[in-house]
Protein backbone atom coordinates (compact mmCIF):
# COMPACT_ATOMS: atom_id res chain seq x y z
CA UNK A 1 0.00 0.00 0.00
CA UNK A 2 1.18 3.68 -0.77
CA UNK A 3 0.61 6.44 1.47
CA UNK A 4 0.19 10.31 0.57
CA UNK A 5 3.02 12.20 2.01
CA UNK A 6 2.24 14.59 5.07
CA UNK A 7 3.64 18.00 4.75
CA UNK A 8 6.86 18.19 6.71
CA UNK A 9 7.54 14.66 7.31
CA UNK A 10 10.83 13.21 7.16
CA UNK A 11 11.55 11.12 4.85
CA UNK A 12 14.74 8.97 3.81
CA UNK A 13 15.17 8.20 0.10
CA UNK A 14 16.24 4.98 -0.80
CA UNK A 15 19.90 4.96 -2.67
CA UNK A 16 20.85 2.49 -5.46
CA UNK A 17 24.28 3.74 -5.48
CA UNK A 18 26.97 1.55 -3.41
CA UNK A 19 28.28 2.90 -0.63
CA UNK A 20 30.53 -0.34 0.72
CA UNK A 21 33.45 -1.30 -1.18
CA UNK A 22 36.65 -3.27 -0.16
CA UNK A 23 40.17 -1.72 0.79
CA UNK A 24 42.98 -4.31 0.52
CA UNK A 25 45.81 -3.95 2.53
CA UNK A 26 49.53 -4.69 1.68
CA UNK A 27 52.87 -4.34 2.89
CA UNK A 28 53.37 -1.22 0.50
CA UNK A 29 49.56 0.20 -0.57
CA UNK A 30 46.08 0.42 0.29
CA UNK A 31 43.97 -0.52 -3.33
CA UNK A 32 40.80 0.26 -3.08
CA UNK A 33 38.39 -1.38 -5.42
CA UNK A 34 36.29 0.75 -7.91
CA UNK A 35 32.71 1.35 -5.09
CA UNK A 36 35.41 2.56 -2.31
CA UNK A 37 37.02 4.65 -4.75
CA UNK A 38 34.13 6.97 -5.43
CA UNK A 39 34.95 9.67 -2.69
CA UNK A 40 38.21 9.91 -4.21
CA UNK A 41 37.37 11.08 -8.07
CA UNK A 42 38.29 14.23 -7.96
CA UNK A 43 40.94 14.28 -5.06
CA UNK A 44 44.57 15.89 -5.52
CA UNK A 45 45.74 14.16 -2.48
CA UNK A 46 44.52 12.19 -0.06
CA UNK A 47 45.24 12.21 3.85
CA UNK A 48 45.49 9.05 5.91
CA UNK A 49 44.46 8.60 9.66
CA UNK A 50 42.82 6.52 12.30
CA UNK A 51 39.60 8.00 14.17
CA UNK A 52 38.45 7.25 18.06
CA UNK A 53 36.96 3.87 17.35
CA UNK A 54 40.23 2.38 15.84
CA UNK A 55 38.91 2.91 11.81
CA UNK A 56 41.37 3.86 9.06
CA UNK A 57 40.14 7.44 7.30
CA UNK A 58 40.90 8.31 4.28
CA UNK A 59 40.30 12.16 3.24
CA UNK A 60 40.45 13.49 0.04
CA UNK A 61 42.05 16.81 -0.15
CA UNK A 62 41.29 18.93 -2.87
CA UNK A 63 44.96 21.15 -4.56
CA UNK A 64 43.41 24.55 -2.83
CA UNK A 65 43.88 22.74 0.56
CA UNK A 66 47.17 21.02 -0.09
CA UNK A 67 48.52 24.83 -1.67
CA UNK A 68 47.37 26.41 1.26
CA UNK A 69 50.21 24.74 3.56
CA UNK A 70 48.01 24.48 6.52
CA UNK A 71 48.85 20.56 6.68
CA UNK A 72 51.11 18.20 7.79
CA UNK A 73 53.13 17.71 4.78
CA UNK A 74 54.16 14.29 5.55
CA UNK A 75 50.47 13.19 6.11
CA UNK A 76 49.81 13.51 2.62
CA UNK A 77 49.67 11.06 0.33
CA UNK A 78 49.19 10.65 -3.37
CA UNK A 79 46.21 8.48 -4.58
CA UNK A 80 46.32 6.91 -8.27
CA UNK A 81 43.12 6.77 -9.52
CA UNK A 82 42.24 3.93 -12.23
CA UNK A 83 39.55 2.75 -14.04
CA UNK A 84 38.52 -0.14 -11.74
CA UNK A 85 40.56 0.40 -8.78
CA UNK A 86 42.52 3.52 -7.23
CA UNK A 87 45.72 3.39 -4.84
CA UNK A 88 48.17 4.90 -2.00
CA UNK A 89 51.33 3.84 -2.32
CA UNK A 90 53.71 3.78 0.74
CA UNK A 91 55.82 1.74 2.51
CA UNK A 92 56.13 4.11 5.47
CA UNK A 93 52.56 4.64 5.96
CA UNK A 94 51.84 1.12 5.66
CA UNK A 95 53.94 0.18 8.21
CA UNK A 96 52.19 2.49 10.66
CA UNK A 97 49.01 1.85 9.91
CA UNK A 98 50.17 -2.37 10.95
CA UNK A 99 51.77 -1.15 13.98
CA UNK A 100 48.40 1.03 14.75
CA UNK A 101 46.18 -1.90 13.73
CA UNK A 102 48.45 -4.58 15.38
CA UNK A 103 48.28 -6.66 12.33
CA UNK A 104 51.09 -8.07 9.89
CA UNK A 105 50.70 -6.91 6.21
CA UNK A 106 52.60 -8.80 3.60
CA UNK A 107 52.21 -9.41 -0.01
CA UNK A 108 49.06 -10.64 0.39
CA UNK A 109 46.07 -8.97 1.24
CA UNK A 110 44.19 -8.14 4.22
CA UNK A 111 40.70 -6.74 3.17
CA UNK A 112 38.42 -4.68 4.81
CA UNK A 113 35.02 -3.65 4.17
CA UNK A 114 34.70 0.39 3.47
CA UNK A 115 31.82 2.96 3.41
CA UNK A 116 31.92 6.70 2.63
CA UNK A 117 30.36 9.03 4.38
CA UNK A 118 27.34 10.32 2.67
CA UNK A 119 27.62 13.99 4.44
CA UNK A 120 31.11 13.85 1.47
CA UNK A 121 28.36 12.73 -0.93
CA UNK A 122 26.17 15.97 -0.76
CA UNK A 123 26.65 17.36 -3.92
CA UNK A 124 23.98 17.02 -6.31
CA UNK A 125 25.71 15.65 -9.70
CA UNK A 126 24.18 17.03 -12.58
CA UNK A 127 20.98 19.12 -10.32
CA UNK A 128 21.48 22.70 -9.08
CA UNK A 129 22.88 22.51 -5.72
CA UNK A 130 22.78 25.48 -3.40
CA UNK A 131 26.11 27.27 -1.70
CA UNK A 132 25.58 29.64 1.26
CA UNK A 133 28.80 31.44 2.05
CA UNK A 134 28.76 33.48 5.24
CA UNK A 135 32.16 36.11 5.89
CA UNK A 136 32.31 37.71 9.20
CA UNK A 137 35.65 39.11 9.81
CA UNK A 138 38.57 37.09 9.27
CA UNK A 139 35.99 33.95 9.51
CA UNK A 140 34.26 31.87 6.48
CA UNK A 141 31.77 29.39 6.99
CA UNK A 142 30.23 27.77 3.65
CA UNK A 143 26.89 25.58 3.44
CA UNK A 144 26.34 23.03 0.72
CA UNK A 145 22.62 22.22 0.02
CA UNK A 146 21.91 23.12 3.91
CA UNK A 147 24.84 21.10 5.28
CA UNK A 148 28.02 22.85 6.90
CA UNK A 149 31.57 22.38 5.04
CA UNK A 150 34.12 24.78 6.11
CA UNK A 151 34.27 26.95 9.37
CA UNK A 152 37.79 28.75 8.58
CA UNK A 153 39.72 31.74 9.94
CA UNK A 154 42.42 33.35 8.18
CA UNK A 155 43.83 36.59 8.73
CA UNK A 156 44.07 37.63 5.25
CA UNK A 157 40.63 37.04 4.11
CA UNK A 158 39.41 39.33 7.22
CA UNK A 159 41.80 42.21 5.75
CA UNK A 160 40.62 42.08 2.25
CA UNK A 161 37.94 43.94 0.66
CA UNK A 162 37.06 44.08 -2.89
CA UNK A 163 35.38 42.03 -5.38
CA UNK A 164 33.66 38.97 -4.87
CA UNK A 165 35.17 36.08 -7.31
CA UNK A 166 33.29 32.98 -8.15
CA UNK A 167 35.89 29.96 -9.20
CA UNK A 168 36.57 26.31 -8.29
CA UNK A 169 39.50 24.68 -7.79
CA UNK A 170 40.56 21.43 -9.11
CA UNK A 171 37.49 20.02 -10.40
CA UNK A 172 38.73 17.12 -12.30
CA UNK A 173 37.35 18.75 -15.45
CA UNK A 174 34.11 19.55 -14.21
CA UNK A 175 31.95 22.44 -15.53
CA UNK A 176 30.32 25.02 -13.25
CA UNK A 177 27.49 27.38 -13.12
CA UNK A 178 26.01 30.00 -10.93
CA UNK A 179 22.55 31.17 -10.79
CA UNK A 180 19.78 33.32 -8.29
CA UNK A 181 23.17 35.10 -6.63
CA UNK A 182 22.01 36.96 -3.63
CA UNK A 183 24.87 39.31 -1.57
CA UNK A 184 23.81 40.88 1.77
CA UNK A 185 25.59 43.47 3.96
CA UNK A 186 25.97 42.21 7.32
Not at 77 to 84: D, E, M, P, S
Not at 144 to 151: A, T
Request: with cysteine; charged share 30%; proline share 3%.
Amino acid sequence: MVRKRRKNMPITWFSLKDKTGTASFYATNITLNTTASVPFEYAYRVQVGMDERGNIVIEPLSKERVIRGDLDEYAIQTIAIKKTYSRISSTPLMKRISEALGIELSDSPQKFETTWDEKENILKEGEWNTLRVLCEGDRVQTWLNGDPMVDITDEKIGAGNGRIALQIHDGGGIKVRWRNLKVKTL
